[in-house]
């Protein structure tokens, strides 16, 4: 097994685990609120932090990947993930609404440092003339991340049932520290550090491509988090009565079912693919939410739509993902990588943000169906940015 294979296993395993207790903790933390009597407003701004530090971390890690190196980023975002689920293992009436904020926004930073990592350390171990072999290493990580992810929803519904609130922090913070440890000594220890030390002012991409691109992907990720962060587990709950196992268990699947149309998103568009290709996906994308929306309001089966209709959209959500995260690997820099994948991947975290305060507002003031339409036309805004990608081929010179 070359080198290369053998980071690339480690920095994938790393990442999956970190996945699983991200996946798990977010639902516990929706359906144990919830369940105390959260409004899904409240529910959405005990998520605020998590987005908003997301951002800045994806801003400023990717400057300090670049400067101390990637393996190091990587392992202080799985320790702050510990130290997250350590602050929610507190007895219950510690879990004030400030206090779990300042928990997510703890995860939200390990979160984004552990990705920024995972994602820029697959470009340095793939030669830049083999950008097919660079398209599927992305998608088989970036797949496989939210097939666990979905497996993560489903084991926190089932943790928060089995082992109570408490029980399933103390227990997935230590499964963790585990995979800490074993991490500390696997890493290449130079990996994703820059030969010439970056300046803080370097930290905003000067890329035509990975700034149109960063906002292309912004609208994206709102579009998915307007209505799946609070709006679909709510609804799921009290509209259609499910407890927590078929929430978690409908949302685990459609976080697995998207993750493996991840990993074969190259069969699906081609090994190297472009602007035409985002474009077309998302415009295709656009018309479902607007479909299912459409569906509720003349009074369709409302399980048939939401459940159908979600199902479809994660496919297509799946490949334009697959995409967007093949296209900012390609068109990042060499040396240096972690400052573009960084600025790129804040914008998904600003994305994230705006898609978390949507969910909870419009979904408590206007129901399911205004946040379906608003998703529509944020990914309508994306295959709209995507017009402007450069006709230039991913992994040829875009400076």
């Given at each position: 097994?070359?080198?290369?294979?053998?980071?690339?296993?480690?920095?994938?395993?790393?990442?999956?685990?970190?996945?699983?207790?991200?996946?798990?903790?977010?639902?516990?933390?929706?359906?144990?609120?919830?369940?105390?009597?959260?409004?899904?407003?409240?529910?959405?701004?005990?998520?605020?932090?998590?987005?908003?530090?997301?951002?800045?971390?994806n801003?400023v890690?990717?400057?300090?990947?670049?400067?101390?190196?990637?393996?190091?980023?990587?392992?202080?975002?799985?320790?702050?993930?510990?130290?997250?689920?350590?602050?929610?293992?507190?007895?219950?009436?510690?879990?004030?609404?400030?206090?779990?904020?300042?928990?997510?926004?703890?995860?939200?930073?390990?979160?984004?440092?552990?990705?920024?990592?995972?994602?820029?350390?697959?470009?340095?171990?793939?030669?830049?003339?083999q950008?097919?072999?660079?398209?599927?290493?992305?998608?088989?990580?970036?797949?496989?991340?939210?097939?666990?992810?979905?497996?993560?929803?489903?084991?926190g519904?089932?943790?928060?049932?089995?082992?109570?609130?408490?029980?399933?922090?103390?227990?997935?913070?230590?499964?963790?520290?585990?995979?800490?440890?074993?991490?500390?000594?696997?890493?290449?220890?130079?990996?994703?550090?820059?030969?010439?030390?970056?300046?803080?002012?370097?930290?905003?991409?000067?890329?035509?491509?990975?700034?149109?691109?960063?906002?292309?992907?912004?609208?994206?990720?709102?579009?998915?988090?307007?209505w799946?962060?609070?709006?679909?587990?709510v609804?799921?709950?009290?509209?259609?009565?499910?407890?927590?196992?078929?929430?978690?268990?409908?949302?685990?699947?459609?976080?697995?079912?998207?993750?493996?149309?991840?990993?074969?998103?190259?069969?699906?568009?081609?090994?190297?693919?472009?602007?035409?290709?985002?474009v077309?996906?998302?415009?295709?994308?656009?018309?479902?939410?607007?479909?299912?929306?459409?569906?509720?309001?003349?009074?369709?089966?409302?399980?048939?739509?939401?459940?159908?209709?979600?199902?479809?959209?994660?496919?297509?959500?799946?490949?334009?993902?697959?995409?967007?995260?093949?296209?900012?690997?390609?068109?990042?820099?060499?040396?240096?990588?972690s400052?573009?994948?960084?600025?790129y991947y804040?914008?998904?975290?600003?994305?994230?943000?705006?898609?978390?305060?949507?969910?909870?507002?419009?979904?408590?003031?206007?129901?399911?169906?205004?946040?379906?339409?608003?998703?529509?036309?944020?990914?309508?805004?994306?295959?709209?940015?995507?017009?402007?990608?450069?006709?230039?081929?991913?992994?040829?010179?875009?400076?």
């Amino acid at each position: 097994m070359s080198p290369a294979i053998r980071q690339y296993l480690v920095i994938t395993g790393n990442y999956w685990a970190f996945t699983l207790t991200d996946g798990a903790l977010r639902m516990l933390v929706v359906l144990h609120f919830h369940q105390l009597g959260y409004s899904p407003l409240e529910i959405a701004l005990l998520f605020i932090f998590y987005e908003f530090f997301g951002v800045v971390t994806n801003l400023v890690g990717g400057y300090l990947g670049a400067r101390m190196g990637l393996n190091r980023t990587m392992n202080i975002g799985l320790f702050l993930q510990i130290v997250a689920l350590a602050m929610l293992a507190v007895p219950a009436a510690m879990l004030t609404v400030p206090w779990v904020m300042a928990a997510q926004a703890m995860s939200g930073i390990a979160k984004d440092l552990n990705k920024m990592s995972a994602k820029s350390g697959i470009k340095l171990l793939v030669p830049d003339q083999q950008q097919g072999t660079l398209y599927k290493w992305v998608a088989i990580l970036t797949g496989s991340k939210n097939t666990l992810k979905g497996v993560g929803f489903f084991l926190g519904g089932v943790l928060l049932m089995a082992a109570g609130f408490t029980g399933a922090v103390i227990i997935m913070g230590l499964a963790l520290a585990a995979v800490w440890l074993a991490s500390l000594f696997l890493l290449k220890q130079e990996l994703g550090k820059s030969k010439a030390k970056p300046k803080f002012s370097e930290i905003l991409s000067k890329s035509r491509a990975i700034n149109v691109l960063s906002a292309a992907r912004m609208f994206l990720f709102g579009a998915r988090d307007v209505w799946f962060v609070v709006a679909l587990p709510v609804y799921l709950s009290t509209v259609f009565g499910w407890d927590h196992w078929q929430v978690g268990g409908f949302m685990a699947s459609w976080v697995i079912g998207y993750g493996f149309i991840q990993t074969v998103a190259p069969r699906i568009t081609g090994n190297n693919e472009g602007k035409q290709r985002a474009v077309i996906w998302a415009a295709v994308l656009a018309l479902i939410p607007a479909a299912i929306a459409t569906g509720l309001v003349v009074g369709l089966s409302p399980k048939i739509v939401v459940i159908g209709g979600l199902l479809l959209f994660g496919v297509l959500f799946a490949i334009n993902s697959s995409l967007h995260s093949y296209l900012i690997v390609s068109y990042a820099r060499g040396d240096g990588v972690s400052l573009d994948v960084g600025f790129y991947y804040m914008s998904n975290a600003a994305g994230r943000l705006l898609g978390t305060v949507l969910s909870g507002w419009v979904y408590q003031a206007f129901g399911l169906a205004a946040c379906l339409w608003i998703s529509s036309a944020l990914v309508a805004a994306a295959a709209l940015l995507s017009l402007m990608l450069p006709q230039t081929r991913p992994g040829a010179t875009l400076r």
